[in-house]
Structures are given as C-alpha cells and as structure tokens.
C-alpha cells in the first residue's frame, strides 16, 4: 500500500491494520466495551452490514467494505490506521483482546485470521490431515502454527534451505521440502490434503498440484498483483481445486483470537518503538524480520 503496488493507494497514508489498545473513551450507545478494555481492530472498520456477506459474517466479502487505512469511509472521509497515539472506530468492528494474550500478538489480526480462516472453511481443520504451507514468513509461520494446533500434519514448503531448522525445531512442523529440488518434489507427489499458499510473488502452481491427492485443495491467501499461469489437466484429473481466500468476518475473528489464547498460539515478532518505523521499513524490503514488526507507540 505504501509504494502503491496494488494501483489502489490514498495519500498521505497512515498504515497499520493489526492494532491493539486500551478503550480510552465509549459513545452513549456503545455496548460492546467499556472503557479500560484491551481491545484489537484489523483490516476491516467498515461493511454495508446489509448484503447476504455481512448478515452470514462474511463482512470481508462485502462489496461495501472499508478497509482500516487509504480507503474511504462512509462519511467521504480517509480512513487512518494504527500507526497513530489513538483511532476511532464502530463498535461492530472492534474485537476483544483476550486477557491472556499479550498485545504484541497484534499481527493475529491480519496473518493470523489469513491463515487460520481457510484451515476452517475448506475442512484442512481436522486431525490427522497432511497440509502444506508454502512460504515461511508472516502468514506461513502462523498457518504452520494453527494447523499443528489442529492436529495436522504439516509440511513447509520453501525455496530456502536456510529455513529448514526453523520450521522443524522451531515451528513444530513435520516435514520440510525445498520447492526447487525435484527429488523433494517427487518424493511428496499425491501426499497432501491440502496446501495454504502465502507466497505473494509469482510462482508456479504445477508443482504444488501435484503434491495433492485427489480431491485436494490448493488455498492462495498471498496477494501476488500479476496473474499466474493455471495448469487445468492436473485439476482435472484429480479433481483438484485451486481457490483464495482473503482474511475473515468479525465473528470468525473473535473465534481465531479465542483459540489463539486458549493454545497460547502467539506470532513471532519483534517489538521497535515508533522513532524507528523507516529503519523497520527498509529492514522489512530485505526481509530482515521473523516475522512481523510490532511498532510499540509508547516505547522509546
């Protein structure tokens, strides 16, 4: 959003769409908090809360929906996000936080729902499934984490070698593949019943196709702007689909941050005060992080 990749930016921006805080001050009609409250507000402070997404929580699929910074909110205004001392927001759209979580926790609310909400809604949510993750950054870290919450098998799937102790010691999972060795890639064909794909570059999908069984799911939650080439024979054959996924309702948000809490599932990240968000910034177009930043706006 900053460099305007996706051709859809509103300057000046103010980021930052994975925000906890303290409730500081309520409206006379508010129910849903007091103040004193920890609570969290995501990618979303707006929908029509009238189309056939928002009345079954899905108000991320609203063709209305307000995303937290550089869109516009229903008065004509631009919305700001959370790199600021305070915000303001509807009531429907905030979520609480839960006691046990701390609050740099926060990227739960974008890489964490990301993640967690495909696991649930294509059924990769049960014991014993095979899942692979491709990718093993913000959003692969945490699809890695909640899929061994829910009892899979989890395979990663990176092109970085230097990432295999990461994901096995670390992260728990069970397998680690390298995407361009052709041995790993053999050796893993019809294995998987299902894949969450974070990568947000171009890649090939042919490979990945081929890890599934049939009948296998291939979820893409990373946002890649150019188009990828879709092979239709191994979809076909195995009946096979290829599907994306983007974030969750407010409803199935509050679920992920009370499961998180409840199997103390927390991203890594490392917490920077404010003063250093350029630094940060040039730091994270190298990828010099695991695996998120949390800008603290209270440290010095």
Known sequence: MLKNEWDNSKYPIVPGHEIVGVVTE?????EKVKVGDNVGVGVLVGSCRKCDSCT?????????????????????????????????????????????????????????ITTYSPLKYFGLDKPGLSIGVVGLGGLGHMAVKFAKAFGCNVTVISTSPSKEEEALKHLGADKFLLSNNPEHIQGAMNTLDGIIDTVSAVHPLLPYLGMLKPHGKHVIVGAIPQPLEMPVFPLILGRKTIAGSAMGGMKETQEMLDFAAKHNITPDVEVVAMDCVNTVLERLVKSDVKYRFVLDMGKK
């Open 56 to 112: 079954n929580d899905l108000e991320q699929y609203c063709p209305s929906h307000i995303g937290t910074y550089s869109t516009t909110y229903s008065d004509g205004t631009t919305t700001y996000g959370g790199y600021s001392n305070l915000m303001v927001a509807n009531e429907h759209f905030v979520l609480r936080w839960p006691e046990n979580l701390p609050m740099e926790a926060a990227p739960l609310l974008c890489a964490g």
């Open 26 to 30: 309520v409206g006379s009609k508010v």
